[in-house]
């Protein structure tokens, strides 16, 4: 995630905010651990169902039906996790690790993803 956040923001992709869905966001530790890796928050809105309940949004729009407000009102923001200070030089140093393994194995990855049918 830290690596596909670096990148967006190397292609000048703006990030504003972080709005975290699926079914890592429950439980918490997950969340936690992207939080703290990235070292930003991540906001959780209130169904984290995922790219359903953003299609549905969307196909509503879409065909003009009635909808109350905006997205930001129809899944308002439940908790916002915030990334832990503590835990920063050991994630730095740990993903300088994984920067490093992933430019050392890079070649053998793709060529083992273009094997794939």
Known sequence: MRHNLAAMADAGAPQTRLVAVGGG???GLWTRIVSDVIARPQELPAH???AAHGDAFLAALATRQ???GDISEWN???TVVEPDPATRSAYD???AQYRELYGAT????HSLAARQT
């Open 76 to 78: 308002p923001i439940a």
């Open 66 to 68: 009635a909808i109350a």
């Open 48 to 50: 984290t169902v995922g």
């Open 106 to 109: 890079a070649d053998i990855a």
């Open 25 to 27: 966001t429950t439980g």
């Open 93 to 95: 140093e740990m993903y």
